[in-house]
């Protein structure tokens, strides 16, 4: 349905709740077509692939192709000899994308969508637990004698006394779950809107919890998976901001490319063959306030020449994967895309483009990259975790299973038909940033970094009181050690 007497106001706010930015110029065009409809939205939406801003050209391209459309080509014989060529390319690759939202997202914002988004959360934690314990459905845990376990999801936790309640739902009904003892601590530092079982016995109406189940990972093989090479971990790099450290950034390439360091060091960097980096590639517009006054290079797409001229330094061996944060050129609700083409295009051919989260395949080693927004909210909820550590809040979200179990905090969430924050298969790595703290550990096998920094602290840093650590450099051989470089500093 054509939607008429719509102003630009109107426009853009249909083209945010899809997470997408629209030009005012654009809108008015749109305004001016006679043609806007939610399809409309849609299409444009799909044209635009995730691109940060929807211009004025790509409007008008859109709009010209609607009234003069394109015949389709004939469809070309399938050749054998294709098939071969795409069968060799797939089995010799050793980076393959297992889980990205890149050029999937159908998120339109509606109340539909919204269900959709929980139900899909819902089912896949339900189904992991439901692997560990005899779950049985909320609204007929009442008819159970004895011991019964249920598995819903965290609508609210309030306390009476040093008892903890937790109302539990899923698709059947709610239940109210009493914790004491241990139970009801466990239960303090539940976040909310994340899954979780409980085991117990019904007494009236309330069932009294003996045991809360997180989903959590099982202890993983990872020491199994030994490799001869070596993955480099970075975040956080802020291009284009007056605070980028280029003097320790030109230390790194030089180690890297060894040129600096002893006979061990040099032997060390001769066997990095992967470098990740978990977002925030460049300082962004207008991510706080006063930003401007932080920034070296006031244009975005200056400031990723930029990142790109030094991402060219890197030694063309050495495979770079790139995945987004909040400071970048993408729509500001996780999951995020991978970085437009017209970005994309301004790096060496040795960098790889993936989304935030995304799930890849590096020789067999599965490594999970988040850019880890969503620390901020876990921190705030759990007071024993700090950024001084930033593992320790890695460890909670790898029990949980859910890369930001916490809707409507800090961290924007678009509600996508399926919910892709939710860890269903275990990493051997997973590789968060966006604190600007260094950590790394083991939980069950799974290696947790949280990669630095490569920008000194900002006026608006320390209005907040964050303190970073940068220059730290996470380097990993996969079943083996973990080396710490330091190029800050002493």
Not at 142 to 158: D, F, I
Not at 244 to 266: A, C, D, H
Not at 286 to 314: C, M, N, R, T, W
Not at 406 to 418: S, V
Request: overall charge neutral; aromatic content about 8%; proline content about 5%.
């Amino acid at each position: 349905m054509v939607i008429k007497n719509i102003d630009a106001a109107t426009v853009a706010k249909k083209f945010l709740v899809r997470g997408y930015n629209i030009d005012p110029k654009a809108a008015e065009l749109l305004c001016k077509s006679g043609l806007f409809s939610d399809d409309i939205v849609d299409k444009i939406c799909c044209v635009a692939n995730g691109g940060f801003i929807i211009e004025k050209s790509v409007v008008e391209e859109f709009l010209r192709n609607l009234a003069n459309p394109k015949p389709k080509p004939e469809p070309k014989p399938k050749l054998k000899v294709e098939k071969k060529i795409n069968e060799v390319k797939t089995s010799s690759s050793p980076l393959k994308v297992i889980k990205d939202i890149t050029g999937k997202s159908s998120c339109q914002g509606s109340v539909e969508d919204f269900l959709m988004y929980f139900n899909s959360r819902l089912e896949k934690l339900t189904k992991i637990i439901r692997s560990r314990v005899n779950t049985t459905p909320i609204a007929y845990a009442g008819k159970v004698k004895g011991n019964v376990s249920v598995a819903g999801l965290v609508n609210e936790v309030y306390e009476r006394g040093d008892r903890c309640y937790i109302r539990l739902e899923d698709n059947t009904g709610m239940i109210t779950c009493v914790a004491t003892g241990k139970n009801a601590e466990i239960a303090r530092e539940l976040l909310g809107d994340e899954v979780i079982g409980v085991t117990g016995v019904i007494k009236g109406s309330s069932l009294y919890a003996n045991r809360i189940i997180f989903p959590d990972v099982p202890i993983n093989g990872n020491g199994e998976k030994k490799k001869d090479f070596y993955m480099v971990f970075l975040s956080d790099t802020h291009f284009g901001s007056k605070e980028f450290l280029e003097r320790e950034w030109k230390m790194f390439i030089n180690w890297l490319n060894g040129e600096v360091g002893g006979k061990k060091s040099q032997e060390l960097a001769e066997k990095i063959r992967y470098i990740i980096i978990a977002g925030d590639i460049v300082d962004g517009i207008g991510v706080y306030p006063g930003q401007e006054e932080d920034l070296a290079i006031k244009d975005i797409y200056g400031q990723y020449e930029f990142a790109a001229s030094h991402l060219e330094e890197i030694p063309k061996h050495i495979k770079v994967i790139v995945s987004p944060g909040n400071h970048d050129a993408v729509r500001q609700a996780e999951p995020q895309p991978a970085f437009d083409g017209e970005i994309r295009n301004l790096f060496p051919k040795n960098v790889e483009h993936v989304g935030n989260p995304a799930y890849v395949d590096i020789e067999g080693v599965k490594v999970l990259i988040y850019h880890g927004r969503s620390i901020d909210d876990i921190i705030s909820k759990i007071p024993r975790l700090s950024y001084d550590e930033p593992q320790k809040v890695m460890e909670e979200i790898l029990k949980r299973r859910h890369l930001s179990p916490i809707y409507g905090g800090r961290t924007p969430l678009a509600p996508e038909k399926e919910d892709y924050l939710v860890i269903e298969d275990v990493p051997d790595v997973f590789h968060c940033g966006h604190i600007h703290t260094y950590g790394t550990g083991f939980y069950r096998g799974v290696f947790m970094v949280n990669s630095s920094t490569w920008q000194a602290q900002t006026d608006f840093q320390k209005k907040v009181n964050l303190n970073p650590m940068p220059g730290n450099v996470a380097v990993y051989r996969p079943g083996g050690e973990v080396v710490r470089l330091r190029f800050y500093g002493e």
